[in-house]
């Protein structure tokens, strides 16, 4: 029987711990910090994600065997090291890359070399820093508008720029290196613009065999139609017809299969999530960008649609047994429908009372939220996430925005046409 800590505390860790909260192996779980919608099946321990020194006493006082990290910055900043160089990951399965593992996610110009090292497709691409303005225009010359430019280190999901002339891609390479992202900036990766449809493939892998995800499709912008400010995702639909048999093993082939095969041969100890941003051009895969976690909201989509035991898979994720594992998964359309506080991506209010009625079927995950003298209140951008399954996405839909309607606080805005560009496409 296992004893489980999540660290994080928004939708994707609600999902995550309520997946492994059905585990027949589960003894106990822990969310850290978790947030009120974990609270009823997991008990929440309130820590900092950067304060590593709590986790290592968490894991070691609570006698954790499985600990599994959903955002992305403790393992960019190396908690998995940190905590493997003090002996506390010993006996423990770790969900989640080593410092040089996440560089992956951390450094867009490690990614893009990465990738060039073992042929994986990616859009052409050349890094620059400050004093290298006159190549870095001779690149931008070489290539058709609109440009991709792209801070190297982490900047909260802001930190690509799209600009649709030279002129304003030359002004943007200048703010870009001049430190508008702050360090994350002072190295740009320049690339060619892709057309296609993206879309989110994950694999769970104990560093030589995976096992393949559900894929999702999120989308990005705040408006219908793909319109406005990029944000976290405002929604997720999981299967994705594009995503046939024949794409997937082109996945597999040409990126999954090369990318474990890199890995493996620089040296880099991989256990945990990839998650492969990808675009569909004409058939074909490239990858946009790795993370080296889950999605949010896709997983808010893909672990309903999971039937298998989440938390067998981590134990033999982490006894490197991968290979002879399996995982079921439901033919069932999911829609997860995002409900975000008045203002996001900008500046919004929190504190906000949130009313949910209790007739509700589909899932309702927590992303910011926070309990304030008895009740549920707003503390993020993105609140709280409706997920909703059926045997095709139009009965999905409807049952997540029949749900979502009983859902409101003051501001509350979704977006009304999560999965209409798949329903138009199975219609085509
Ligand atoms: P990222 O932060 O790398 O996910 O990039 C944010 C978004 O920018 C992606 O989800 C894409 O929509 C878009 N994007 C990034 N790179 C490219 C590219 N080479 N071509 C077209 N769109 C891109
Ligand atoms: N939904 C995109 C991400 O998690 O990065």
């Not at 609270?39 to 609570?62: G, H, M, T, Y």
């Not at 160089?85 to 070399?113: D, H, M, Q, T, Y």
Request: proline share 4%.
């Amino acid at each position: 029987m296992k004893r489980v800590l999540v660290a994080g505390s928004g939708g994707r860790e609600h999902a995550l711990a309520l997946s492994l909260s059905k585990s027949p192996i589960l003894d106990k779980l822990y969310c850290a910090p978790g947030n009120p919608g974990t609270s009823p099946f997991a008990e929440n321990i309130q820590v900092d994600l950067k304060d590593f020194d709590a986790f290592a006493r968490i894991i070691a006082e609570k006698e954790i065997n499985v600990v599994v990290i959903g955002p992305e910055n403790p393992l960019v900043d190396g908690l998995k090291d940190y905590l493997e160089e003090r002996g506390i990951l010993e006996n423990v399965v770790f969900v989640g890359p080593g410092k040089e593992g996440a560089k992956l996610e951390g450094s867009k110009e490690f990614a893009k070399e990465f990738m060039s090292r073992w042929s994986i497709p990616t859009a052409r691409f050349k890094t620059f820093e400050a004093g290298e303005e006159a190549e870095a225009k001779i690149f931008l010359k070489s290539l058709n508008p609109p440009y991709v430019l792209k801070a190297d280190g982490l900047a909260a999901g802001k930190g690509v720029v799209i600009p649709e002339d030279y002129d304003s891609a030359v002004r943007e390479l200048g703010e870009m290196l001049g430190g508008k992202f702050g360090s994350a900036g002072k190295r740009v990766v320049i690339e060619e613009f892709l057309t296609g449809i993206e879309l989110s493939v994950f694999v769970l892998t104990d560093g030589k065999d995976y096992m393949l995800l559900p894929s999702a499709k999120d989308y990005k912008r705040i408006g219908e139609g793909d319109s406005g400010l990029n944000t976290g995702g405002m929604g997720a639909v999981s299967p994705l017809p594009f995503a046939d048999e024949l794409f997937m093993k082109k996945v597999e082939d040409r990126v999954i299969v090369p990318t474990l095969r890199g890995l493996g041969e620089e040296g880099i100890n991989y256990q945990g999530f990839i998650f492969f941003g990808l675009m569909n051009c004409n058939g074909d895969p490239y990858v946009i960008e790795y993370n080296v976690r889950m999605g949010d909201p896709e997983t808010e989509a893909v672990l309903p649609r999971v039937k298998s035991d989440l938390l067998a898979h981590f134990v033999a994720m982490g006894e490197g047994a991968l290979k002879e594992e399996r995982i079921a998964i439901s033919e069932n359309t999911s829609v997860a429908v995002v409900a975000v506080s008045a203002g996001y991506p900008e500046a919004y209010e929190s504190g906000i009372e949130i009313s949910v009625e209790d007739n509700i079927d589909s899932l309702v995950f927590h992303s910011g939220t926070a309990l304030k003298d008895g009740s549920v209140v707003t503390s993020g951008g993105r609140v709280l996430v409706v997920s909703a399954m059926g045997d095709s996405i139009d009965s999905a839909a409807k049952r997540a925005y029949t749900d979502i309607k009983k859902i409101s606080f003051n501001g509350m805005y979704y977006r009304g046409d999560i999965g209409e560009d798949i329903k138009r496409l199975l219609n085509q």
